[in-house]
């Protein structure tokens, strides 16, 4: 039985550890479940680099997961730095990454197949949410590198053009848990959110000094001004417990989605791995690898070209749903759920989104200027329209 090698490039330690875990864990559960399907006439190898958080590192192990280890697939990278630091190494080597988490847009490759969302399937919907129940004043934070950067510039732009405003804009390095200036901004300018593009530790240290805030004063309660992120998932949560309870996420996945398929998804991961949470990041990580299989499978090789036409030509069953790599830009299609954390860690689906979005990573389709209903420019506040 032939015997397919799978790279997986994940920094399982380091400074955002938790969602690059969960990154790992979906691919290596995905590997698991092909070799244990007698349908698939081939077995996956699953071969793990750790980069430990270091963006110089993921070229590096990133070549020798294609050279030595012999994958043609890549699955992994958590930052955009990380992305852009491999996308040379797979382009110069016939390789395909394959990468599962949210980021920004504004980037197509022939060697990339994107199977998170891009900010018009996480930011805009989150905005278009957000902003007619809460204000149209807008506070963004976000770790200093281009996912922060990128999305802060797209939020401000959709803002400042439908009748809003952005109140300040800071940013923290990776890692970086002193966050009491942020805090004190955001307390003295009460902007009506707070959107949130800090990663890992950071961002776990403002949730729990934001609640402190809150419990100080009740104008900064989530009811009142809610802390709103693209990339927080129920393995963080979980974790953060009360210091995410009440603020909001936008995502293609919640494990609280009520649907036949999602509860047999949950179900089979929650058997293999009882303590284990999947969330969106490890559900992408798994459609990835589920999609490559997949197109080995309809073409007999793991020849990186054929199975991208494989995967642009045919839908592919996943936890995500049906998925089909859009030619032009490889990206997916894909739903934009909005969800409440709750105490828990899991989350209170606010927006269920019955159609998917297409693929917009250059916002060229996409308008800017919301046209937000009921925007009162005097009192910085809207008007809930019903």
Known sequence: MSVYPIGVLFSCSGSYSRPAEQGYSGALAAVADINADSSFPFQLKAHHADPAGNTDRYAELCRDLIRKAGARHIVGCTTSWSRKEVIPVVEKLDALLWYPCVYEGFEVSESLVYVAACANQHLVPLLDYIVPRFGARGFLTGSNYIWGWETNRIARDILTRSGGSVLGERYVPIGDTDIGHLIAEIREKRPDFILNNLIGDTSYAFLAAYRALGLEDPAFLPENRPVVSCNLCENETTRLGKNAAGHYTVSSYFRSLASEENDRFAARMSASAPTRVADAFFVQAYAAVVMI????????????????????????????????????????????????????????????????????????????????????????RLRVVR
């Open 293 to 380: 299989a997949e197109a080995i499978r309809r073409t007999g090789s793991d020849e990186a070209h054929g199975v991208l036409e494989a995967v642009r030509s045919t839908e592919t069953m996943t936890p995500l749903g049906s998925l089909r790599v859009d030619r032009s830009t490889n990206h997916v299609s894909l739903c934009a759920h909005i969800g409440r954390a709750k105490a828990d860690g899991d989350f209170e689906i606010m927006h269920h989104c019955r159609d998917s979005i297409a693929p917009d990573p250059f916002l060229t389709a996409t308008p800017l200027d919301r046209l937000y209903a009921g925007i009162d420019n005097h009192a910085g």
